[in-house]
């Protein structure tokens, strides 16, 4: 079981321009989820001109943005460059180092996006994906079956979106749309999981609302320096009964 010798550090990418809907809310939740257990988990904010040794970082946490916002860190997400943060981020997610990545985060780590002015984008390339924005906006709130989550829990979130992303042969979606649009509000799939990264374009924050998700992201984290580490389970009254009345209310 996790205990009070561990600890486990947070790195949130863009704090300061990707900070859609409470994105934040995700890394609150993922801390004190950890402190709730005893567990030591700290914060490190790495926006534009912020940079630590991604090996001392567990888990990553990157949220949404707009257009312009996701064009303005490009020069320093430096893709394509030896030893940039694009670069670093790619090699841990090779390592299976745990991320969560929400809608323009979720973009940023496939392969290009072009936004709804036309502006062409070459992302980092760490996702089998790739996304074009539509002519109208994806937004409302979302219910999805995440198939690529053990469990296969239901989630329930916001999105609000131009963006439609098409996912390459062979990529696993993270879910299949219940309610809302997902990635293009075409072929019903929601989100992408990649070795541990859980991308999504559930704003919310998604975390607070579904706990289990929280969970599986600090467990993976955990177990990669901790070897067979497992959270004792909390009392997630509160947090379950905010997502059923959300997934309640958006089903019924
Ligand atoms: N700017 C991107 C889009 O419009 C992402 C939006 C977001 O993060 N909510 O698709």
Request: hydrophobic share 35%; aromatic share 8%.
């Amino acid at each position: 079981m996790a205990d009070e010798s561990m600890q486990i550090t947070i790195g949130h990418l863009y704090p300061d321009l990707l900070n859609l809907y409470g994105d934040r809310g995700n890394t609150i939740a993922l801390a004190k989820r950890c402190e709730w257990r005893g567990i030591d988990a700290r914060v490190v904010d790495l926006g534009a001109g912020q940079d630590v040794d991604f090996e001392d970082i567990d888990l990553f946490f990157i949220g949404g943005g707009q257009d312009f916002d996701q064009r303005t860190l490009l020069a320093d997400l430096g893709v394509g460059v030896t030893g940039s943060k694009a670069t670093r981020l790619q090699q841990a997610i090779e390592r299976d180092v745990p991320v969560l990545a929400i809608c323009g985060g979720y973009q940023i780590l496939g392969e290009y996006y072009v936004d709804h002015e036309g502006h062409e984008s070459a992302y980092i390339g760490a996702l089998p994906m790739y996304t074009e924005a539509g002519d109208t906006r994806l937004i409302g709130n979302i219910v999805f079956e995440a198939d690529a989550i053990e469990g296969a829990p239901t989630v329930v979130g916001f999105e609000n979106h131009a963006g439609r992303t098409h996912l390459r042969e062979g990529a696993q979606a993270l879910g299949t749309v219940v309610k809302g649009y997902g990635n293009n509000g075409d072929d019903g799939t929601e989100g992408l999981r990649y070795r541990n990264v859980i991308a999504t374009y559930s704003h919310g924050p998604l975390l607070p609302k579904n706990p289990c998700v929280a969970d599986t992201l600090i467990e993976l984290a955990l177990q990669r320096r901790y070897p067979g580490a497992k959270l004792q389970p909390l009392d997630d009254a509160l947090e379950e009964a905010a997502h059923d009345t959300m997934e309640r209310r958006l089903i019924s």
